[in-house]
C-alpha cells in the first residue's frame, strides 16, 4: 500500500488539477473506503458528484458546509477545487449547479474531471466568492487533505503549516493520518503539529503537558517560538514550556558548536593544505621559503588556465577540469619550485635569515609576473556541480565544497606520509635530514635529493591551490593571505612533523572558528595570533618536538 | 669560594637523561673533590657531553641530584647562574667569537659584573688589560691580539678558548677534548698547561686520547652507556678487562 | 667615550654628508625663490625628510639584526605606533576646525556618533606627552613581547615569524573602527604642529632638518652602544649565544635593551614621519613594510649603521625613482634586489667597503658573521 503511495509520481509542492492523475483518483477512492466513508460512485465522464454541486451557492454558511462535505466525500480533485475556491478561480452554472475551474490560459474546464469542458459560454458562469468563515473552512479542509496526500513531502509540508498554525481543528485529521502513517519524517513532524494543535486548543493540562514535552523534543527555533509564545495556559503548563525553552536553547548552543567545529575542521584542512608543503621544506630541509604562499597562487592559476581551457575546448569535460588541474597544478608547482632550488635556495643553505630574504623577494617577483600576465583583478574559477550546494546533517549544514577539501587534505596528508615512509625518495630525504654528510658518503645524491624534496614541497602548495580555488579568491595576493597562517600553523606543530601539522592546522582551524561568534572573526584572529605568541614562548619546539643530539646541532 | 682543598665539590649522584626513550645518562654518579683533576673516558655516546650539559646546566636531568660546592643545586639552575657560580665549559669544537678580536674575546671572559646595564663601558682597565696580557702570555697568543679571532688555526682557537676559561676564572673547569686536533708538540704543551691550571683551579676533562690522559696521571672515570663502568687510577682503568671490551678494544 | 664615537671613519663619514645634505636641502628651500638655479623644490624636502625617517627605522633595525642577530620582521609595528601616537596629537590640534566643526571630538569619532573621547585619547593634547608615548608605547611592547620572546629562548626564523604575525595582528586591529584610531582610513588632514601650519616651507624645513638631527643622534646611540663592552657582548650573542651563557651572561638581558632602543627609535622616526607624510593609517603595519626595511639594510650592509642609512636613502630613491616613471617594474626591481643582494652581496654595500678595507689592512677573517 504505502510502495504505491511513494510511486505515485508526483512532482513537489501542492498538486493542482492537472497532475492529479488517474492513480491518484483510485487512492483516494480507496482511502475513503478505508475511512469507511460512504464513498458515492465518482461520476465518471463529466457527471459531477454531489459533493461538488454542492458548492454551486451563493450563500456562506452553505458554501462552508459544502468545502467541509467535499473533504470528507472521496472526491478525487477535492484538494485541487478547494484551491481554486480559494484563489478565485472556481464558477459555477447557475443552471444545473455545475461547477468550473477558469485554467491560467483562461479556458473553463470541468472541476471533477479536469477536462476542458468545450462550449461553455462564460457569460453563464458566476464566481463563487468566500467570506472569512469558508476561508476558515477552505483552510481546515486544504490542510486534512495535504496530511492526507500520497506524497509524502505535501504531508509533511502540511504538518509543519500546522504546527505553526496551532489550529486544533486538524487534530481529528491528524490523529486519523497518524494511524496509518510509516514514513518515519512525516510521523514525527505529525506528532510535534499534534502537540502544536493541542497547545493551541482547550485540551486538558495531561494532554498539553505531554504536548510540549513531545514539542521540546523536536528542538529547533520553531518549537521554541512555540514555546515561549504561549499564552494562556496553567502555571503547569507554563513552567513545562519554560523548561522546554530552556532546553532547546541548550541544544542549539551544542548544534551551534557542532556547526563551528565542523566550519573550524574546514578551516583548519585549509590551513593543513597550504602548510603541509611548507612543513616539507621548512620542516625537514630547514629552508623558509616566503614564496611558498607563491606556489599555492600558482596552483590556483593552473587549475583557473585548465578550466579556462576545457570551457573553450571541451564544455563536456568541465566537471571533471579538477581532476586534470590537480596533477598539471601539482607539475607546475614543482617545476618552479625545483628551479628555485637550483637557482637560489642552493647558495642558501645554512643561512636561513638570507634564505626568508631571498625568497620573500621571489615571492615579490611571482606576484608580479602573475598580476602582469592575468591582471590584478580577481579571476573566477568554476565549483563543479559535485562540490556545489549543501546538504544537513543532524541540524549541521555541510556543503559539499568545504567537505571535498576536508577529504582532499585528508588524501593529500596520507599521500605525502606514505612518499616519505615507503618510497626509497623518502628513505633518501629523511637521512639526508638527519646526517647530510653521512648520506652522501652512502651514495645518495644529496643535491639531487634537496632539489626533488623542494620540488615535491613546491607542487603539495600546488595541491593547495587547487582546493583554494573552490573557496577563495584566485587572485595574485592569494598566496600572501595564507603564508603566515601556514608558518604559523608548522612552527605551531613542531618542525619536521606531519601529524603535528595536521593537529595544530585542525586546533588553529577549530580555535579560530569556536573564538568568532564570541570576538568577531578580525579580533577572533588578532587572539589566535596572539595565543600562538604565547604558546611559542612556553614551547619554542612546537606541540611535537624532535628531542636529542640532533636539535643542537 | 668557601670550598677547601680536599672538600666534596662536585656531587651527581642517580642522574638520569632520557631522550626519546633512549637513556644518555643512566643513574650516574660522580664526586669531584677540590682541587682534583678528572679524566673522564669512554665510547662515543657514553654520555660524556651529556654530563656536561647536565653540569652547565643546559640540559635538566630526568631525575638525580647535582650538586656544586656547598649544597648549590645544579639542577635548578640556569647556564649563567652556574657560571656565576665559577664553573667554566670548553666545548668540544673550539666556539670562540670569531668575528672579534683575540683580545676582545678574553675581555669579554674575564670575570666581572656581567649584568647588561654594567656593560655600557668603553676602554678596559689597567688590570685588565694586565691580566689579558697574562694570559695571552700563558696561550701564546701574544703576538695575535689584533686578530679576528675566526683567523686563527684550529689548535690556536682551543688554546684561545682556554684562555678565556682561564680568563673566567672558575673554581671548576670543565673541559671536552682539547687536545682533538692538536699536534703532538701541541698536546704535550696542553697536558702541561692543565697540570699548571690545576694548581689553582678543579678541572674535568673529557678526553679520548689515552696516551694524553695517562700523561695527566690523574684519577680516571670511565663511562659506558650513561653510567660508571670503572675508576680509578689510569692503570687499574685500562687493566679492567669491561673497559677492554667496550671501549678500548683488544 | 670619544674615540668609541668617532673611531668609524664610514660612520663619521655618513654623518657628514647626512648634516651636509640636509642642511643644504633646507637652505636651498628657504633661502633662494622659486626659479632660481640654487632653489631646492618643497617636495624634495619633504622626500628628503620621508628619507631620513627611514633611515632612521633601518638603523634600529641594524642594531638588532646586524649586531644582535634578531631579524626582526615586524618593526614596522613601531615605527606605526610612533607615528599613530604623533597623529593622535596633530588630530587633537585640529580641534574644532575638522569638517564637523566638533571642539574635541576628531571628524572619525563624530562620524561613528561617539560622544565622548576615549580615554587613551586624553593627554595626546600635549605636545611633549604625546612624544614621551611615541617613545614609550613602541619601547613597553619590544619590552614586553622581547622579555617572554627572549626569556623562551626563541630566536632564528621563529622570531623572525612571530615578529611578523605581531605587526600583522596590530594591522588587523587597527583596521577596526572601533578601535577608536579612525579604522581605515586612519588620521589625516593634519592642520598644524607647535602653532604652525604644516603646510608652510619653513615648517617642512624645520621636520626636515628635526629628522636630520634625529639621524645623527641614532647614529651617535647606535655607534656608542656598540663599541662599549655592551656591543661587544651583544655580538657575542650573535655569534654564539650558547658559549655567551657559559660565560655567565644573561644574552636576554643584552637582546632586550637592544630592542627596546631599537624600536624607540622606530617610535621616534614614526612620529617624525607622520607630519611629513601627512597621514598615518593601518597599511604602515602591513608585513610587507616590515620586511622592506629589512632589505634597506641588507642592500646597504648589515652590522656597519653607515650602511643602514646608505641602504634607506639609496632603496627609497630607487623606489621613488621606479614608482613614479615605471610602476609595474618596480615590484620586479625590488624582488630582483632582495634575491641579488642576497646571493650576490651578502654584507652589502657598506658592509663590502669595510671587508675590502680591513683585508688590505688585516689580511684577516670575514666581519660578517652567520645570520
Sequence with gaps: MVARWGTAGHSPGVPSLCTAGRAVRRIVATLAILLGLAAPAAAQGGVQGEAIRALATTNFD???????????????NALGIVEALRDGTLLFRQADRAVFWRDAQGRMRDAATGEVAEGVAPAALRPLRVNNRVRRAIDATIGALSLSNPDPRVRLAAAERVFRSRDPDAIPALDAQLARETEARVRHAMEAARAAAVLGSAMADDAKLAAVALIARRGDLEARNLLAGLAGVSEAV???????????????????????IYYGISLGSVLLLAAIGLAVTFGTMGVINMAHGEMVMLGAYTTFVVQEAMRRNAPWLLDWSLAFAVPLAFLVSALAGALVERLIIRFLYGRPLETLLATFGLSLVLQQAVRTIFGPNNREVGNPSWMSGAFELGGVLVTWN???????????????????????????????????RMAGSMGIRTPWVDCMTFALGSGVAGLAGVALSQIDNVSPNLGQSYIIDSFMVVVFGGVGNLWGTLVAAMTLGIVNKLLEPIAGAVLGKIVVLLLLVLFIQRKPRGLFPLKGRAVES | MTTQQGDTLLYLDGVTVTFDGFRALNTLSLVLTAGEMRAVIGPNGAGKTTMMDVITGRTRPDAGKAIFGDGHD????????????????????????ETQTV????????????RARRAFRFASTLPERERIDQILETVHLSNHRERLAGGLSHGQKQWLEIGMLLAQDPELLLVDEPVAGMTDAETEETSQLLVEINRSHSILVVEHDIAFVRALGVKVTCLHEGSVLAEGSIDHVSANPRVIEVYLGR | MRTALFSDRLVVAVAIIVALVTFAIGIGNLAFPPGSVLHVPTYVVSLSGKYLCYALLALGIDLVWGYGGILSLGHGVFFGLGGYAMGMHLMRLIGPRGVYGHAVLPDFMVFLNWKELPWYWYGFDSFAFAMLMAMLVPGLLAFGFGFLAFRARVSGVYLSIITQALTFATMLAFFRNDMGFGGNNGLTDFRELLGFSLRTDEMRVGLLWASGVAVLLGLAVCRLMVASRFGKVLLAVRDAEARVRFLGYRPESYKLVALVVSAVMAGIAGALYVPQ?????????????????????AVGGRGTLAGAVVGAVAVNLLKTFFTTRLPEIWLFALGGLFILVTLLIPRGIVGGIVTAERRRAVGAAPIAGPA
Excluded: C, H, Y
Excluded at chain 1, 462552508?64 to 470528507?72: H, Q
Excluded at chain 1, 576536508?406 to 626509497?424: N, P, Q
Excluded at chain 2, 639552575?77 to 668540544?92: H, N, T, W
Design chain 2, 74 to 97: 645544579l639542577t635548578r639552575l640556569d647556564e649563567p647562574a652556574i657560571a656565576a657560580l665559577g664553573i667554566g665549559r670548553k666545548f668540544q669544537k673550539p666556539t670562540v667569537f
Design chain 2, 103 to 114: 683580545e676582545d674575546n678574553v675581555l669579554l671572559a674575564l670575570e666581572g659584573d656581567r
Design chain 1, 238 to 260: 507554563a513552567q513545562a514550556a519554560a523548561a522546554g525553552v530552556a532546553a532547546i536553547d541548550r541544544r542549539q548552543a551544542m548544534l551551534r558548536i557542532v556547526q563551528d
Design chain 3, 277 to 297: 607624510v601627512g597621514i598615518i593609517n593601518p597599511s604602515e603595519f602591513a608585513p610587507m613594510n616590515s620586511i622592506e626595511a629589512v632589505i634597506w639594510v
Design chain 1, 62 to 76: 452553505e458554501l462552508a458546509r459544502a468545502v467541509e462535505r467535499l473533504a470528507l466525500s472521496g472526491e478525487p
Design chain 1, 402 to 436: 568545504r567537505l571535498w577539501i576536508i577529504v582532499f587534505s585528508m588524501i593529500v596528508l596520507f599521500g605525502l606520509m606514505l612518499v616519505l615512509r615507503r618510497t626509497a625518495f623518502g628513505l633518501a630525504m629523511r637521512a639526508v635530514t638527519q646526517n647530510r
